[in-house]
């Protein structure tokens, strides 16, 4: 019966059925012999044999706490992440992600390593995330050229990592040591460059260096990272110097400039005075091949005629004769008038007439009229008869 529970006939006994005198307070350290009684007999022990029960109820005890150990082995690897087993401090395995377990500590324990997770080490300067400007750090930023010039120079390092393991024993301090190394390399990229080509077109090519650089660097410490590129920020003459240098910038971009345009200047002139060349040379060409047909046909026209002329040398004489002098007295502004032709005398009109611009004309306009042309015809035709009688009568 409870303490609480008034009169009746358990009010004189106490929780635990033990009688005690009215007006008498509850004795502690019989309180505290009861509770470990109860306690024997709720682990399976009699009340007479109160060694085994504590015996057994140690060795539940530490049963469980056996279990809790081992359970507490258990570990969850995030994707993206690497877990790295060490045994007794030393490097055990590399586990990939998923659940997996482990002996608890102190035997073994787990560091994980994010190895998908980009990391950036600003050289040179630093940037603030909280206010986004940057401050310089001329001690890293300064260095000198292979023309003996200083440089202000500021890159920016990307990497992840590639091996837990060596990232976790072979680097003490990770970002220290990539900050250093990419110092160097940078430093021996910039040394073996002139301070022009720094400037221009040989800044991806200084980064691109430096890269591969540090990667020999970090590859021969067994660092277990992998340089992802390494980004020239700003490459610029000290504060100092930087007007003159920008006057020397303005001029070679000038001078870009007119080569540009010279340039342009050539490959349009250029195709024009091709194209006229070629034009040059196919009018040659057509007017050689006009020469040679033309002489090639005179001289299958002589060797006809002198073919003519050895069948009849007297007729053909006299036929080139005629139409020798036909083709002479046609181009010439005098009229021949042969006194054998009788009263009708034809005069051509048309060509003693001065030309409309007030000058003689050197060479006569064929007749334009049918008249004309017939009376031209005639007086040829006449006058080959005429040669023929002659031929005829001297025959």
Aim: charged letters at 30%; a neutral charge.
């Amino acid at each position: 019966m409870a303490w609480n529970v008034p009169g009746g006939s358990g009010g004189d006994k106490d929780p635990w059925g033990q009688r005690r005198k009215p007006g008498q307070a509850p004795d502690l350290d019989q309180i505290v012999r009861n509770i470990q009684q109860r306690l024997s007999g709720l682990f399976g022990g009699r009340r007479g044999g109160g060694g085994g029960a504590r015996g057994f109820g140690i060795g539940l005890i530490l049963l469980v706490i056996v279990g809790v150990w081992l359970l507490s082995g258990i570990y969850i690897v995030q994707q993206g992440e690497r877990g790295v087993v060490l045994r007794f401090g030393e490097k055990h395995r590399v586990t990939d992600a998923g659940l997996r377990w482990h002996f608890p500590y102190p035997i073994e324990w787990v560091e994980k390593v994010n190895v998908e997770k980009v990391s950036t080490i600003e050289i040179g300067y630093r940037s603030n995330p909280r206010t986004g400007g940057r401050s310089k750090v001329p001690k890293e930023a300064l260095m000198l050229t292979e023309d003996e010039n200083i440089i202000d120079v500021e890159f920016a390092v990307q990497y992840k990592i590639k091996d837990a393991g060596d990232f976790l024993f072979n680097v003490r301090d990770p970002e220290v040591t990539i900050a250093a190394a990419t110092e160097s390399a940078v430093r021996e990229s910039v040394g073996k460059s002139t301070l022009d080509f720094a400037l221009t077109e040989g800044r991806e090519q200084l980064a691109q260096n430096a890269r591969e650089l540090l990667q020999q660097i970090l590859d021969r410490y067994e660092s277990g990272i992998d340089i992802l590129a390494v980004e020239t920020q700003r490459a610029q003459p000290p504060d100092e110097v930087k007007p003159a240098f920008d006057d020397a910038v303005k001029a070679r971009e000038d001078e870009q400039r007119l080569k540009n345009e010279a340039e342009a200047y050539a490959n349009d002139v250029i195709p024009r005075a091709r194209g006229a060349a070629a034009r040059l040379i196919q009018e040659a060409e057509g007017y050689k091949a006009s020469v040679i047909a033309r002489a090639e046909g005179d001289a299958r026209r002589f060797t006809q005629i002198a073919t003519e002329y050895v069948k009849a040398p007297a007729v053909t004489r006299e036929r080139l004769y005629i139409e020798t002098m036909e083709q002479v007295l046609s181009n010439s502004t005098k009229v021949f008038v042969d006194q054998k032709t009788g009263n009708l005398l034809y005069l051509p009109i048309d060509r003693l007439a001065p030309r409309g611009d007030g000058a003689t004309a050197a060479m006569p306009t064929p007749p334009t009229s049918e008249a004309d042309s017939g009376a031209a015809g005639r007086d040829a035709a006449a006058a080959r008869g005429r040669a023929d009688a002659r031929r005829r009568g001297g025959g």
